[in-house]
């Protein structure tokens, strides 16, 4: 467990810094591959979303039964931010959870409560619940690492708009990489999606996003 951990850390600072890797073959495949349905303010995409049924660290984790902060009002609804990944990302995962992370800092306390992280792996052979949870956990106690199988997973990423592939890396210890749509979900607990950000360096867009869907949705 020391070694994965070590090994997960490894990654993390390697994320960090490795900026120049977004100019690479990886995001610009992500890139002619994005969807192209616009989202607008609070349009949701009325053919994609929906419910998400897969496991985590704790259990069964049901996108329907997210829990908010304690900080939340009584009769706040919950924003769920959905974002498609997974462990060994050397970029931009890692750059948009450090994102995500930062802004919920900034929010007032009862709005950063409404919010929920969630990295939905799209690398079961190798993110284990145990270590999606070491992994998110750095972000946050509050970020929820998840995953199902290749079936479970495919089905999401398509309801979803979600392009990924597995792209061997045979001259690497990893084996292989996974591009991978970056773009982070603002969504529902019934699986509504509010909002697209689609991935810039730095944390303005995803404040800006989070910002006026949490306006949008207050009580």
Known sequence: MQEE???????????VVGVVALVGAGVTWQALHRPSAPVSGMQAWASL????????ARGDFRLAEVSMG????????????????YTQCPDVCPMTLAALRQVLTELP??????????????DPERDTPAR???????????????TGSDTE???IARRYGVSHRRVDAPDSALGYTLDHGAALYLVSAQGRI??????????????????RVLSETAP
């Open 194 to 211: 509010y909002d697209r950000i689609p991935f810039t360096p730095g944390a303005a867009g995803i404040r800006a996003g989070l910002t």
């Open 49 to 56: 979303g929906g419910p998400i049924q897969l496991t985590s």
């Open 5 to 15: 951990n070590r090994q997960t850390l490894r990654w993390l600072m390697l994320g």
């Open 70 to 85: 304690e900080a939340a009002p009584p009769d706040a609804t919950p924003v769920v931010a959905l974002y498609f990944g």
């Open 109 to 122: 306390a009862s709005a950063a409560a409404r919010v929920v992280p969630v990295l939905v792996s799209l």
């Open 132 to 146: 999606l949870a070491t992994y998110a956990g750095h972000f946050g106690p509050r970020f929820i690492g998840v």
């Open 153 to 155: 997973l495919a089905e």
